[in-house]
């Protein structure tokens, strides 16, 4: 039962432009999202959060957007950088829960120069 | 200040022995996760500890894999009779509040090959 889902494994997208990452989740006890990005052979880096009270937060270029009704959430990035090349993995929290994140599969996002 | 630090980064073990993967969590952090990532698939939880205290072990197997953060010393994460399907990465997290989620660092891993 795959509560958070990253319906595409990969996105590719030219340096500058817009890349979006789009997750879907099914719990709706779920109530803080979390967007985390890397690189092989790290550990995840925590990028953006949102919480369910909210339907946008932005950090530089990092904007997630929250629907709730639709239980969607994305990732924009513009522009785009060759660095940013990663997996992203969107990640849900539920209140109560011990702050244990439920992950999605992740997809691999690459920047072409 | 260093973060958390994971050892061994790569372990491999024949069927049937043991595993031990230990977990050093940032200073003055006192809660620690443990995920795992099988291949193609995201992080799954499994076990949340405080220091000496098991909170939260609704995500690890009931035999063979154990977890415990003593007073003193790394956290470690023991897998006993491993078994093919063990192979993954195990990562740690660390943070210093238990609603700290989003504060918890995550540490490089330990990549786990049962041969």
């Known amino acids: 039962d795959q509560q958070v889902k990253q319906n595409s494994p990969s996105l590719s997208v030219q340096e500058g432009r817009i890349s979006i990452l789009n997750c879907d989740y099914t719990?709706?006890?779920?109530?803080?999202f979390l967007w985390y990005k890397k690189y092989p052979a790290e550990g995840p880096t925590f990028l953006i959060s949102?919480?369910?009270?909210?339907d946008k937060n932005e950090d530089g270029r990092f904007t997630v957007f929250l629907n709730k009704s639709a239980k969607h959430l994305s990732l924009h990035i513009v522009p785009s950088q060759p660095g940013d090349s990663a997996v992203y993995f969107c990640?849900?929290?539920?209140?109560?829960?011990?702050?244990?994140?439920?992950f999605g599969k992740g997809i691999t996002l690459s920047v072409r120069p | 200040n260093a973060g958390v630090m994971q050892n061994p980064r790569h372990l491999v073990r024949r069927r049937g022995q043991e595993a031990r993967l230990r977990c050093s969590p940032m200073?003055?952090?006192?809660?620690v996760y443990w995920y795992r990532q099988l291949p193609e698939e995201g992080l799954k939880f499994m076990v949340y500890?405080?220091?000496?205290?098991?909170?939260?072990e609704s995500g690890m197997p009931k035999e063979r894999f154990s977890a415990e953060f003593p007073k003193e010393g790394p956290s470690i994460l023991r897998i006993q009779q491993v078994v093919r399907g063990d192979s993954a990465a195990y990562f740690c997290?660390?943070?210093?509040?238990?609603?700290?989620?989003?504060?918890?660092?995550f540490g490089q891993g330990t990549r786990l090959t049962v041969v």
């Open positions: 997290a660390s943070s210093l509040l238990e609603q700290g989620i989003t504060e918890a660092f």
């Open positions: 719990n709706s006890m779920f109530d803080y």
């Open positions: 949102i919480s369910s009270i909210k």
């Open positions: 990640a849900a929290s539920a209140t109560g829960a011990n702050s244990k994140l439920t």
């Open positions: 200073k003055g952090h006192s809660h």
């Open positions: 500890l405080q220091k000496e205290n098991i909170i939260d």
